[in-house]
């Protein structure tokens, strides 16, 4: 199967950055586009950041201009570097990818236990 561990999470103040991670492993065929999500409380999730094979990406309009996504194919690694993070970016943020595991008959989605992201002063 495939697993995703995310890393980099954490306090910041208004106007501060921080930069996600999240790598794949497992036994692991494929992946096809990964991406980033965010859960805040009371709220449904919703997509962040997206990033094909091929290294296109789209963003949710909250986003764009401050949030750059990408990825390291050869070590099936993503990335959310935030920039400008604003209050209402505080969620718990979770990595998602669409991976074909050895063994598997087709691209599944795989998600990561996410990591805390606090934007406060």
């Known amino acids: 199967q495939v697993q995703l561990v995310e890393s980099g999470g954490g306090l910041v103040q208004p106007g501060g950055s921080l930069r996600l991670s999240c790598a794949a492993s497992?036994?692991?065929?494929?992946?096809?586009?990964m991406g980033w999500y965010r859960q805040a409380p009371g709220k449904q999730r919703e997509l962040v950041a997206a990033?094909?094979?091929?290294?296109?990406?789209n963003y949710v309009d909250s986003v764009k201009g401050r949030f750059t996504i990408s990825r390291d194919n050869a070590k099936n690694t993503v990335y959310l570097q935030m920039n400008s993070l604003k209050p209402e970016d505080t969620a718990v943020y979770y990595c998602?990818?669409?991976?074909?595991?050895?063994?598997?008959?087709?691209?599944?989605?795989?998600w990561g236990q996410g990591t805390q992201v606090t934007v406060s002063s």
């Open positions: 990033i094909t094979s091929g290294g296109s990406t």
């Open positions: 998602n990818a669409e991976a074909w595991a050895v063994g598997s008959s087709w691209f599944y989605d795989y």
């Open positions: 497992g036994s692991i065929f494929s992946i096809n586009a």
